[in-house]
């Protein structure tokens, strides 16, 4: 006698199915771990929150500029998205800014990688090289929001469009402190 089989004909029938399962599994396993390891490592080089965001009508004497979203917890700088590889982010310290000479530098973009994040509202800053700075509240039609495609395939992007400088504040020494900026 085999050792599945059995004298009794439904218990033998239980074990065929028991072990047909156990098959179908061992074959699924396989494949269910792999697509799991892909989605993850593709969320690890390229997550969903990564967005392009390009900026337009920049002032001529920008020297730096960020996007700004204050949301139920406060008023932040949306950090920086570095490497294409292994993602991580980075929030500006805005305090260590240098002073550019030109705007043809290699580092200068109109377009960064941030780390997107629903908001109440959006702004812009900017640093200008005679190291004054101005901020911009951004109206609804002055901003165009990444598709809510990115949380299935990432790599979206976003526009935002500064209005006039006689539109912009000079933020206070406060409100960039919020910003992690400290005069030195």
């Given at each position: 006698m085999d050792?599945?089989?059995?004298?009794?004909?439904?218990?033998?029938?239980?074990?065929?199915?028991?072990?047909?399962?156990?098959?179908r599994l061992l074959l699924i396993s396989p494949i269910v771990f792999l697509v799991l390891l892909v989605v993850l490592i593709t969320d690890k080089m390229n997550p969903s929150d990564w967005v392009e965001v390009n900026v337009r009508s920049l002032p001529s004497d920008a020297d730096y500029w960020f996007v700004v979203a204050e949301d139920s917890r406060g008023i932040s700088v949306l950090p920086l998205y570095y490497s294409k590889v292994f993602s991580f982010t980075h929030y500006p310290d805005l305090s260590r800014l240098t002073t550019s000479s030109d705007r043809d530098k290699s580092w200068w973009k109109e377009t960064q990688s941030l780390q997107w994040k629903s908001a109440e509202r959006y702004g812009v800053l900017i640093r200008r090289r005679d190291e004054q700075w101005r901020f911009w509240w951004l109206k609804p039609e002055e901003i165009r929001h990444p598709s809510l495609w990115r949380f299935i395939i990432s790599g979206q992007s976003a526009g935002i469009w500064v209005p006039g400088e006689d539109q912009a504040v000079i933020p206070s020494q406060e409100f960039l402190g919020q910003l992690n900026y400290s005069e030195r």
């Open positions: 050792l599945f089989e059995s004298d009794d004909p439904e218990e033998d029938v239980s074990l065929k199915r028991f072990w047909g399962c156990a098959w």
